[in-house]
């Protein structure tokens, strides 16, 4: 069973959020909260598809093995997200990715066919999953953009601008919470210079760096910079 403050937080999630009170005590019957420990697996890349997650607390990345048997990072998601739904809405029968929690993790499990037939008896829940589903596809879009068209400083830059919130104007202390590795994978970087960058925006005086904190010095010009694409 899940317990009442993660039955909130379901509620007002736009997956979710449509449905009627039956519709969502439905979903509560196929859903179970499940725990994992660091580096432990929650599906493996080409295993049948049968639930979809939504992160309570943690951070789960979601990554492909190339032909030469590297790891290489789609997305991370942290709290507040899911994942695995957009697989389920294209039909596909097999998870594309393989998802293995980054540290100790929380996640609601939900019975994938399930929560399909839900949809199919609702209208208002398939359109609000279609606005989901574009938003989605703008974002990866973006982020292909973002990896093609621009190098590693804006890369970096752009990346821990999007862990800060947007009213935020000033110096930021942001805490990484997963390592610097598994980033540099996240954006395409080579870790070596993933560091190598680091440094040079530490010596352009646009960051700091204190162990896992990275200091943003001025967030306001770090958007204009990466508006501009000055970086």
């Keep these: ?118 949809l199919k008896q609702s209208d208002s829940l398939c359109i609000n999953m279609l606005g989901h589903l574009s938003l989605r596809l703008h974002w990866m879009l973006q ?17 821990f601008l999007g862990q800060v919130a947007e009213d935020e104007k000033s110096a930021y202390d942001l805490y990484l919470t997963i390592p610097k590795r598994d980033i540099a994978s996240r954006l395409s970087i080579k870790p070596e210079t993933f560091s190598r960058t680091l440094k040079s925006l530490l010596r352009k005086g646009l960051i700091g760096i204190e162990d896992n904190h990275i200091i943003l010095i001025d967030v306001g010009k770090l958007r204009e910079m990466v508006e501009l694409e000055e970086i």
């Design 1 to 118: 069973m899940l317990n009442a403050p993660v039955v909130l937080e379901l509620q007002k999630y736009h997956l979710f959020k449509a449905m009627n009170d039956n519709e969502f005590n439905q979903l509560l019957m196929c859903s179970r909260l499940k725990s994992f420990a660091a580096d432990q697996m929650l599906f493996q890349q080409g295993a049948d598809l049968t639930h979809f997650y939504y992160v309570i607390d943690g951070a789960i990345k979601l990554c492909r093995s190339t032909r030469k048997g590297d790891e290489k990072i789609i997305e991370v998601i942290q709290a507040g997200k899911s994942f695995a739904e957009g697989v389920l809405f294209a039909g596909a029968p097999k998870y594309p990715v393989s998802a293995i929690s980054m540290k100790s993790s929380i996640v609601v499990s939900i019975d994938a066919r399930k929560y399909l037939n839900l």
């Design 143 to 159: 982020e292909l953009d973002k990896q093609t068209l621009h190098n590693a400083s804006f890369r970096i830059i752009d990346y």
